[in-house]
């Protein structure tokens, strides 16, 4: 069955069945949406979502996730 939803919704469900299991960010315009989704999404997948304080403190969070090995976004 088809469904329409928004393109940031699109990119959260197809990061979670792509093995995403963490998301670490900072929700600012227009990534805003991402973060929204990825909240409600991700939890209900088993996975992680992290607000962060800052975009550099987010990126560095992606960077130890992702050199330990996780999928990460």
């Keep these: ?7 940031n919704e699109a990119i959260v469900q197809a990061a979670v069945m792509s093995g995403c299991r963490a ?6 315009t ?3 949406e991402i ?7 991700l939890p209900r997948a088993g996975a992680v ?3 962060a ?3 550099i ?3 560095h969070m992606v960077f130890g996730a992702a050199s330990a090995g ?4």
């Design 1 to 7: 069955m088809r469904s329409l939803i928004k393109g």
């Design 35 to 41: 973060a929204e989704a990825s909240a409600v999404e």
């Design 30 to 32: 227009p990534a805003s």
């Design 70 to 73: 996780a999928r990460v976004m």
């Design 23 to 28: 998301y670490f960010g900072y929700p600012i």
């Design 53 to 55: 304080e800052s975009e």
């Design 49 to 51: 979502f992290l607000q």
């Design 57 to 59: 403190a987010a990126i």
